[in-house]
């Protein structure tokens, strides 16, 4: 199994990095569905088989293709884009920033001892019984809730799109 | 599988800080986005990371990372329209021509 976490790691890795680098926009959503797939596939490597499932279904299925929408409601299909600059400063300062905040966060897993912590052990049957029985059961609230929230953002989001056109009538 | 916590701890770090860069270095607005997703994710790996490791036997932190990604996806919604309110007050998505506010 260590073979596969660095494996997957290096997909997420690869295709997180060639999602907010490559020129070409397509080409970004393309690995940025690179990226959601390395996360799902870890997902199912730590036995949350119903999250990934799911984490494929929303990012890939839904997530990936509406930026593709986006991009090809407000670019030309293959539109392309440079780096900008940060603060009055060159593009690389914003990704100096990152690289520093990735060595302050790694220094502080590193010294903690939790992080040395192994698995409590692997079992049989899948958590997807469990977790249909708490969202129906203690959840349902939570549940009904973002369902609600859903709803907001869907109406909210047509709202947001179609303000102009609605002006200009 | 015996990969200890911190290996994940750290795979989550790092891909938040590509997801940071991309969000601070990118001129278009769909890629800081993208870049925020990618930050996102990277969160949520956290999350479920720390429920292999910690909290095995209830599905707890499970359900946590299926709200945070209905969230998630929620957010992205409605980036995605204002991107495209924004384009078509604009003509373009770069963030830097979006200046109506600076004083």
């Given at each position: 199994?260590?073979?596969?976490?660095?494996?997957?790691?290096?997909?997420?890795?690869?295709?997180?990095?060639?999602?907010?680098?490559?020129?070409?926009?397509?080409?970004?959503?393309?690995?940025?569905?690179?990226?959601?797939?390395?996360?799902?596939?870890?997902?199912?490597?730590?036995?949350?088989?119903?999250?990934?499932?799911v984490?494929?279904?929303i990012?890939?299925?839904?997530?990936?293709?509406?930026?593709?929408?986006?991009?090809?409601?407000?670019?030309?299909?293959?539109?392309?884009?440079?780096?900008?600059?940060?603060?009055?400063?060159?593009?690389?300062?914003?990704?100096?920033?990152?690289?520093?905040?990735?060595?302050?966060?790694?220094?502080?897993?590193?010294?903690?001892?939790?992080?040395?912590?192994?698995?409590?052990?692997?079992?049989?049957?899948?958590?997807?019984?469990?977790?249909?029985?708490?969202l129906v059961?203690?959840w349902v609230v939570p549940l009904e809730a973002i369902a609600v929230l859903l709803t907001a953002a869907l109406i909210g989001?047509?709202?947001?799109?179609?303000?102009?056109?609605?002006?200009?009538? | 599988?015996?990969?200890?916590?911190?290996?994940?701890?750290?795979?989550?770090?790092?891909?938040?800080?590509?997801?940071?860069?991309?969000?601070?270095?990118?001129?278009?607005?769909?890629?800081?986005?993208?870049?925020?997703?990618?930050?996102?994710?990277?969160?949520?790996?956290?999350?479920?990371?720390?429920?292999?490791?910690?909290?095995?036997?209830?599905?707890?932190?499970?359900l946590?990372?299926m709200f945070s990604i209905g969230i998630?996806a929620a957010?992205?919604a409605?980036?995605?329209?204002?991107?495209?309110?924004?384009?078509?007050?604009?003509?373009?998505?770069?963030?830097?021509?979006?200046?109506?506010?600076?004083?």
């Amino acid at each position: 199994m260590n073979i596969a976490f660095w494996i997957i790691s290096a997909v997420a890795v690869l295709g997180a990095v060639l999602a907010v680098t490559l020129r070409n926009l397509v080409h970004c959503v393309l690995a940025l569905i690179l990226f959601f797939i390395g996360i799902a596939a870890h997902y199912f490597l730590l036995h949350a088989d119903f999250l990934g499932t799911v984490q494929i279904l929303i990012y890939v299925g839904a997530v990936a293709i509406l930026i593709l929408f986006a991009i090809m409601l407000t670019h030309n299909v293959t539109g392309t884009d440079g780096p900008r600059e940060l603060l009055g400063l060159k593009w690389w300062s914003g990704a100096a920033i990152a690289a520093m905040l990735a060595v302050v966060l790694t220094r502080a897993i590193q010294g903690d001892k939790l992080a040395a912590a192994l698995p409590a052990g692997d079992r049989a049957q899948s958590s997807v019984a469990e977790i249909g029985k708490a969202l129906v059961g203690g959840w349902v609230v939570p549940l009904e809730a973002i369902a609600v929230l859903l709803t907001a953002a869907l109406i909210g989001a047509v709202v947001i799109a179609l303000e102009e056109i609605r002006k200009s009538r | 599988m015996n990969i200890p916590l911190g290996h994940y701890l750290i795979l989550a770090a790092i891909l938040f800080a590509i997801g940071l860069a991309g969000a601070l270095t990118r001129k278009n607005a769909i890629i800081v986005l993208m870049g925020i997703e990618v930050m996102f994710n990277s969160a949520i790996l956290n999350l479920v990371a720390f429920w292999h490791y910690k909290h095995f036997a209830v599905p707890t932190a499970q359900l946590f990372a299926m709200f945070s990604i209905g969230i998630a996806a929620a957010e992205s919604a409605i980036g995605l329209a204002l991107v495209i309110a924004v384009y078509r007050h604009y003509k373009s998505v770069d963030v830097d021509e979006m200046r109506a506010l600076k004083g």
